[in-house]
T-cell receptor, first 116, second 114 residues
Framework: DAGVTQSPTHLIKTRGQQVTLRCSPKSGHDTVSWYQQALGQGPQFIFQYYEEEERQRGNFPDRFSGHQFPNYSSELNVNALLLGDSALYLC???????????????FGPGTRLTVL | AQSVTQLGSHVSVSEGALVLLRCNYSSSVPPYLFWYVQYPNQGLQLLLKYTTGATLVKGINGFEAEFKKSETSFHLTKPSAHMSDAAEYFCAVSGSYNTDKLIFGTGTRLQVFP
């Protein structure tokens, strides 16, 4: 059973460019959450997708957008990249039908984005 | 609102010594608490979680944590450190649903010396 997978592993972009990161959830999971982890910081919640719609959103600007596909995989898009967007982007998947007492969110290995 | 505070951004111990990583939380609803570990250049791995019931929770790799409501704490301990325990540790809080967002602390880097 494959866990959460993310691609690419590493990415280098320049300021002003746009980037798309991809995530495939754990088998059986229907919800995908994205987190940004800046160097030396804890992960911060960006947004969550369920049934192909954004369900929750953290304190991130509209430059950050996403999408969820019918197979539950997800993309994170960042427009007009800033130096401060350099971070590890983590994807987590979960099953909306269970409570945290019986299951948990599973994290992928992340995509390291460097903005020059 | 929920928040997590991890006291000590760096903790150093000798191999075989007790590991104690501190976490205090704030939550307006009954909290669900987690400890995750992150090895260099990797994602997050769940060590243990507290949901309901027994307040002493045992996790993987010999770690355990105790939920103390009166102290709003969820400290992580391991009786005897191993070199392989060197990593970044994150405490997190969420609501009761599996899809609730996780609120993380800033992390504690554990160094283990021989």
């Amino acid at each position: 059973d494959a866990g959460v997978t993310q691609s690419p592993t590493h990415l280098i972009k320049t300021r002003g460019q746009q980037v798309t990161l991809r995530c495939s959830p754990k088998s059986g999971h229907d919800t995908v959450s994205w987190y940004q982890q800046a160097l030396g910081q804890g992960p911060q919640f960006i947004f969550q997708y369920y049934e192909e719609e954004e369900r929750q959103r953290g304190n991130f600007p509209d430059r950050f957008s996403g999408h969820q596909f019918p197979n539950y995989s997800s993309e994170l898009n960042v427009n007009a990249l800033l130096l401060g967007d350099s971070a590890l982007y983590l994807c987590a998947s979960s099953d909306s039908r269970v409570l945290v007492s019986t299951d948990t969110q599973y994290f992928g290995p992340g995509t390291r984005l460097t903005v020059l | 609102a929920q928040s997590v505070t991890q006291l000590g951004s760096h903790v150093s111990v000798s191999e075989g010594a007790l590991v104690l990583l501190r976490c205090n939380y704030s939550s307006s609803v009954p909290p669900y608490l987690f400890w995750y570990v992150q090895y260099p250049n990797q994602g997050l791995q769940l060590l243990l979680k507290y949901t309901t019931g027994a307040t002493l929770v045992k996790g993987i790799n010999g770690f355990e944590a105790e939920f103390k409501k009166s102290e709003t704490s969820f400290h992580l301990t391991k009786p005897s450190a191993h070199m392989s325990d060197a990593a970044e540790y994150f405490c997190a809080v969420s609501g009761s649903y599996n899809t609730d967002k996780l609120i993380f602390g800033t992390g504690t880097r554990l160094q283990v010396f021989p």
